[in-house]
T-cell receptor
C-alpha cells in the first residue's frame, strides 16, 4: 500500500516557468513533510520541509503549500532553472524512538529546458 | 568537506557471497539510516539507529543486517546477496534542530550482483 502518492511522475518545464509537484497522504500520524532533491548518482538532499500547523513555507524559489484537511501538499518551484533538473521526492514523516522516519513518494523527474 | 562518507562507491559481488558496505559521518548525528534505492524508485528504509538503539523495518529481509559500533560508523551486511539485491544503498544521518530536523545523505554505494 502506497502511503504517500506523488504526481506527476515526470514534468517538463521551460526555463523561467513554475514547476508544481503534488503529494497526498492517508496516515494522519504523519507530522512532518520534507521534500528532497536528488541528482543522478547522488544521494537525496533535504530541500525544504513543513509541519502540518503551517499552510505555506517559502525558501527562496521553493514553496511548500500544505492542506491539512485534504491531506495534500505540494512543491512549487518558481522561475525554474535548468540546474533544477533533478528527481524530487516528497515524504511524510513520523517521529519514533527519537528519530524522524520519512516515507517517500515515488518521485518526480523534473526537466527544465533552457 | 564530505559529511556522510560511504565506501566503496561501487561494489561488485557474486551471487551468495557476503558483502559489507560502510558509512561514516563527521556530523556527530545520533540517528543513522540505511536505505535501499532501486532504479527510478524511492528510497526504501531498511534500518535506523537512534544512538545504539537499533530499529529494523518490518519488511527488511533477514538477509540484511546492520552494525553501529560507535556514533561515527555504521555497516550494512548482506549475508547472501541475490540478484534482486542489486541497488544503490544510501546511508543517511539526522538530528533534531528545534521543531525541525537536519538530514544528510551520503553519495551511496552502487551494488552489482553477478
Amino acid at each position: 500500500q502506497q502511503q504517500v502518492k506523488q504526481s506527476p511522475q515526470s514534468l517538463i518545464v521551460q526555463k523561467g516557468g513554475i514547476s508544481i509537484i503534488n503529494c497526498a497522504y492517508e496516515n494522519t500520524a504523519f507530522d512532518y513533510f520534507p521534500w528532497y532533491q536528488q541528482f543522478p548518482g547522488k544521494g537525496p538532499a533535504l530541500l525544504i520541509a513543513i509541519r502540518p500547523d503551517v499552510s505555506e513555507k517559502k525558501e527562496g524559489r521553493f514553496t511548500i503549500s500544505f492542506n491539512k484537511s485534504a491531506k495534500q501538499f505540494s512543491l512549487h518551484i518558481m522561475d525554474s532553472q535548468p540546474g533544477d533538473s533533478a528527481t524530487y521526492f516528497c515524504a511524510a514523516s513520523t517521529y519514533s524512538g527519537g528519530s524522524y522516519i520519512p516515507t517517500f513518494g515515488r518521485g518526480t523527474s523534473l526537466i527544465v529546458h533552457p | 568537506d564530505a559529511m556522510v562518507i560511504q565506501n566503496p562507491r561501487y561494489q561488485v559481488t557474486q551471487f551468495g557471497k557476503p558483502v559489507t558496505l560502510s558509512c561514516s559521518q563527521t556530523l556527530n548525528h545520533n540517528v543513522m539510516y540505511w536505505y535501499q534505492q532501486k532504479s527510478s524508485q524511492a528510497p526504501k528504509l531498511l534500518f535506523h539507529y537512534y544512538d545504539k538503539d537499533f530499529n529494523n523495518e518490518a519488511d527488511t529481509p533477514d538477509n540484511f543486517q546492520s552494525r553501529r559500533p560507535n556514533t561515527s560508523f555504521c555497516f550494512l551486511d548482506i549475508r547472501s546477496p541475490g540478484l534482486g539485491d542489486a541497488a544503490m544503498y544510501l546511508c543517511a544521518t539526522s538530528r533534531e534542530v528545534g521543531v525541525s530536523y537536519e538530514q544528510y545523505f551520503g553519495p551511496g554505494t552502487r551494488l552489482t550482483v553477478t
